[in-house]
């Protein structure tokens, strides 16, 4: 139960982070990252894939995430059905059956994990491979460097559905476009006929400094007059390089002897950021898009989540929008007696539930700043 409420905090904050995409029916879907190198761990079958976080951080993938590899075409993610690699690319090689690819460890540094494929039909372990019987992905369409990785079967819609349980900011801060899944034309979603949900999004393509931030953040304060910011989001990166500035860094170390033994302090210890008086909640996330900074309303409630009413079924550790199905059944707790396609008990317990919710906003307005150089790492 422990691992499912991680694995469900888990995916909902790489919803609310995730990059978004074109897909090949012109609808947009999120993704989790993109594949910078792929290759066989060892002789084991296993494989690794290590990521461009350009597209999404190594903090969106856990032990025991489920996911799938997606083929791309010149940037255009590949949706929808087929099993032939064209779309999702890990179908097995002369069977076509649907390849379950979970992770089995994952290296934070090196920004890389491990999959371990598993055939859904029967079990098997399928080869690292294509073009022979028994490869995890089929002939002429191996998975590859360029390719996207998403969560597993999120990718097979051809409409404008709603696989991950938000649209997330990088679709709703938007100055031009669609936001939050609308068409052209529908109301409020369409930035061209309603420009007054517009956001204040700018490629900076150089380091964060005082001046760009106060710069931007007040211009988007001076066009939207008794609107209001208060919680600024970026990554580690970005904030030690802007802890850089000739006029910070270097005047942060504080030296103290008087008749003793010298003190030093170098460092930081807490950041915050003022801007006409009121203070930003300065929030620096693992899971927010490398090189980008966002400036957003939190308060108010104006991040909203929204389920259906709920029939019973909750377990307080897993959230109100959760309802786990055996006591609507009149069973006693959360957990049955799992069994077998024919009827047969077996020696597993299951707990079934319904999980439905929308993360959205009632103000998708905000600042998003792009292409912020990040400091070196190592």
């Known amino acids: 139960m422990k691992a499912v409420a991680k694995l469900k905090a888990i995916y909902e904050a790489s919803s609310f982070f995730s990059h978004s995409v074109t897909n090949s029916s012109s609808y947009e879907n999120q993704v989790l990252g993109k594949i910078s190198v792929i290759a066989e761990h060892g002789t084991t079958d296993y494989f690794d894939v290590t990521i461009d976080e350009a597209y999404g951080r190594i903090s969106n993938f856990r032990q025991g995430m489920r996911i799938d590899i997606v083929a791309d075409s010149s940037g255009t993610l590949q949706c929808g059905v087929a099993t032939?690699?064209?779309?999702?690319?890990?179908?097995?090689?002369?069977?076509?059956?649907?390849?379950?690819?979970?992770?089995?460890?994952?290296?934070?540094?090196?920004?890389?994990?491990?999959?371990?494929?598993?055939?859904?039909?029967?079990?098997?372990?399928?080869?690292?491979?294509?073009?022979?019987?028994?490869?995890?992905?089929?002939?002429?369409?191996?998975?590859?460097?360029?390719?996207?990785?998403?969560?597993?079967?999120?990718?097979?819609?051809?409409?404008?559905?709603?696989?991950?349980?938000?649209?997330?900011?990088?679709?709703?801060?938007?100055?031009?476009?669609?936001?939050?899944?609308?068409?052209?034309?529908?109301?409020?979603?369409?930035?061209?006929?309603?420009?007054?949900?517009?956001?204040?999004?700018?490629?900076?393509?150089?380091?964060?400094?005082?001046?760009?931030?106060?710069?931007?953040?007040?211009?988007?304060?001076?066009?939207?007059?008794?609107?209001?910011?208060?919680t600024i989001i970026t990554t580690q990166g970005v904030q030690l390089k802007w802890l850089e500035q000739?006029?910070?860094?270097?005047?942060?170390?504080?030296?103290?002897?008087?008749?003793?033994?010298?003190?030093?302090?170098?460092?930081?210890?807490?950041?915050?950021?003022?801007?006409?008086?009121?203070?930003?909640?300065?929030?620096?996330?693992?899971?927010?898009?490398?090189?980008?900074?966002?400036?957003?309303?939190?308060?108010?409630?104006?991040?909203?989540r929204y389920s259906p009413p709920r029939l019973g079924g909750m377990e307080a550790s897993m959230g109100q929008e959760i309802e786990f199905l055996?006591?609507?059944?009149?069973?006693?707790?959360?957990?049955?007696?799992?069994?077998s396609s024919t009827g047969q008990p077996q020696d597993l317990l299951e707990a079934p539930f319904w999980y439905y919710t929308l993360i959205s906003p009632a103000d998708p307005r905000g600042v998003k700043l792009t292409g912020l150089t990040e400091a070196d790492m190592l």
């Open 84 to 230: 032939d690699g064209s779309d999702v690319r890990n179908y097995e090689h002369t069977t076509t059956n649907y390849v379950h690819l979970i992770i089995s460890s994952v290296d934070f540094l090196g920004k890389k994990f491990t999959v371990r494929p598993v055939d859904s039909v029967d079990g098997g372990l399928p080869n690292f491979g294509s073009g022979s019987s028994g490869d995890v992905f089929q002939a002429a369409a191996p998975a590859a460097a360029g390719d996207w990785l998403v969560f597993a079967k999120t990718t097979r819609y051809i409409a404008a559905t709603r696989p991950q349980f938000s649209w997330g900011i990088n679709n709703w801060v938007k100055s031009s476009g669609t936001i939050m899944g609308g068409a052209l034309l529908a109301g409020a979603l369409d930035l061209a006929e309603f420009p007054q949900f517009k956001s204040q999004v700018k490629a900076v393509n150089g380091p964060l400094t005082d001046k760009i931030i106060n710069g931007y953040i007040g211009g988007y304060l001076d066009a939207y007059p008794g609107e209001t910011l208060d």
């Open 326 to 339: 055996n006591p609507l059944g009149g069973l006693n707790g959360v957990f049955s007696v799992s069994h």
């Open 246 to 304: 000739p006029g910070l860094y270097n005047n942060r170390q504080n030296y103290e002897r008087t008749g003793k033994a010298l003190s030093f302090k170098g460092g930081w210890s807490q950041i915050s950021y003022e801007f006409g008086g009121r203070t930003y909640e300065w929030i620096m996330s693992p899971m927010c898009l490398s090189k980008t900074l966002y400036a957003l309303k939190f308060s108010g409630d104006n991040i909203r």
